[in-house]
């Protein structure tokens, strides 16, 4: 893999483990557990995390399908993309209301909830193996919230939005996981 996909790879995968480890922190009984009347369960916010991906990993793939077809040049640059979305300086602190397109609707089980993060992270690394050796940085799509962003912007996104929720749940783990 091209070293700029590799470094969000595992830019990815950090961001899922530390999220899994806050999960983990509740027990299993309490993942549908609201900790407020207008806050998210574990569950739901693991749900919302799968909507989002799911979605980008479908641009992704469309994105990097009609490059393909179009041949579109080879990736040159190696250097690194982290900390390349200046957009989400802005929202970093504030509270946001999702599209509703993302909104939980389901409040599934634990398994249920860790199993569409496994799918949607499965759907997200086949999409960016399908763009290995692009020029990705110069493929662009247009992103809800912030505009125009190019493709490593959109994946960059996903392990910032995941780390965003991470902070979310923290504040959930520490509600509803058993006092230690």
């Known amino acids: 893999m091209q070293p700029r996909l590799a470094e969000l790879s ?3 995968a950090q961001q899922r ?4 480890d806050v999960a983990s922190a509740v027990p299993t009984e309490r993942w549908q557990i609201r900790p407020a009347e207008g806050r998210w369960s574990v569950s739901e916010i693991c749900e919302h995390l799968h909507r989002v991906e799911r ?12 490059a393909r077809e179009a041949g579109h040049p080879p990736e040159t640059e190696s250097s690194s993309v982290l900390g390349n979305l200046p957009q989400l300086r802005e929202f970093d602190e504030r509270l946001l209301v999702a599209p509703e397109l993302v909104v939980p609707t389901e409040n599934p089980n634990r398994d249920t909830a860790e199993r569409w993060l496994a799918e949607s ?4 690394l086949a999409a960016m193996e399908s763009g290995d050796g692009l020029a990705l940085g110069d493929i ?10 190019d493709l490593y912007q959109w994946i960059l996104f996903i392990a910032e939005h995941e780390k965003r929720h991470i902070k979310q749940l923290r504040g959930v783990a520490q ?3 058993p006092a230690s």
């Open 140 to 149: 662009r799509h247009t992103h809800l919230r912030f505009g125009e962003l």
């Open 175 to 177: 509600q509803l996981a």
């Open 10 to 12: 595992e830019y990815l």
């Open 17 to 20: 483990r530390a999220l899994l």
């Open 121 to 124: 992270r499965a759907a997200l």
């Open 55 to 66: 979605g980008a990993a479908a641009v992704l793939a469309k994105r990097i399908g009609r």
